[in-house]
C-alpha cells in the first residue's frame, strides 16, 4: 500500500523558517515527480514547488524563499521554507506523479499525503 506522510508544520512568526518533510513508503519513488502543494482556507489546491531528477520547478509566489530537495534513499521528499509570510499559511500536501514532467496540476499526480498545517503569524 502506498503511503505518503507529511511533516514538519506548524506555527511561526512572518519572517521564520520551517521545513517540511514527506516520507514516502509501499514503492519507490526516485523516478517519480516529487510536488509540494498548499490550499488555503477557501482557495483551490495551488502548486508550489516539484522536483525531478535534479531539475526544480517552483510557484512565482515561493521562488527565491522556498527550497525543494529529495533524498532517494530515504524515499523523502522535503521543502525548505524561508521568509515566510502570512499569505503562506495553508495546508501543505505533497504528492508524486509518475509523469515525465514537473505538472503544476494537481490532477497529475499519482499519491498525496494527508497535509500539514502551516500557520504563519503577522
Same mark, same amino acid.
Given at each position: 500500500?502506498?503511503?505518503?506522510?507529511?511533516?514538519?508544520?506548524?506555527?511561526?512568526?512572518?519572517?521564520?523558517?520551517?521545513?517540511?518533510?514527506?516520507?514516502?513508503?509501499?514503492?519507490?519513488?526516485?523516478?517519480?515527480?516529487?510536488?509540494?502543494?498548499?490550499?488555503?482556507?477557501? /482557495?483551490?489546491?495551488?502548486?508550489?514547488?516539484?522536483?525531478?531528477?535534479?531539475?526544480?520547478?517552483?510557484?512565482?509566489?515561493?521562488?527565491?524563499?522556498?527550497?525543494?530537495? !529529495?533524498?532517494?534513499?530515504?524515499?523523502?521528499?522535503?521543502?525548505?521554507?524561508?521568509?515566510? /509570510?502570512?499569505?503562506?499559511?495553508?495546508?501543505?500536501?505533497?504528492?508524486?506523479? !509518475?509523469?515525465?514532467?514537473?505538472?503544476?496540476?494537481?490532477? *497529475?499526480?499519482?499519491?498525496?499525503? *494527508?497535509?500539514?498545517?502551516?500557520?504563519?503569524?503577522?
Amino acid at each position: 500500500q502506498v503511503q505518503l506522510v507529511e511533516s514538519g508544520g506548524g506555527l511561526v512568526q512572518a519572517g521564520g523558517s520551517l521545513r517540511l518533510s514527506c516520507s514516502a513508503s509501499g514503492r519507490t519513488f526516485s523516478t517519480d515527480v516529487g510536488g509540494w502543494f498548499r490550499r488555503a482556507p477557501g /482557495k483551490e489546491r495551488e502548486f508550489v514547488a516539484a522536483i525531478r531528477s535534479g531539475f526544480t520547478s517552483y510557484a512565482d509566489s515561493v521562488k527565491g524563499r522556498f527550497s525543494i530537495s !529529495r533524498d532517494n534513499a530515504k524515499n523523502t521528499v522535503s521543502l525548505q521554507m524561508n521568509s515566510l /509570510k502570512p499569505e503562506d499559511t495553508a495546508v501543505y500536501y505533497c504528492g508524486t506523479s !509518475r509523469g515525465l514532467i514537473m505538472s503544476r496540476d494537481p490532477r *497529475q499526480y499519482d499519491y498525496w499525503g *494527508q497535509g500539514t498545517q502551516v500557520t504563519v503569524s503577522s
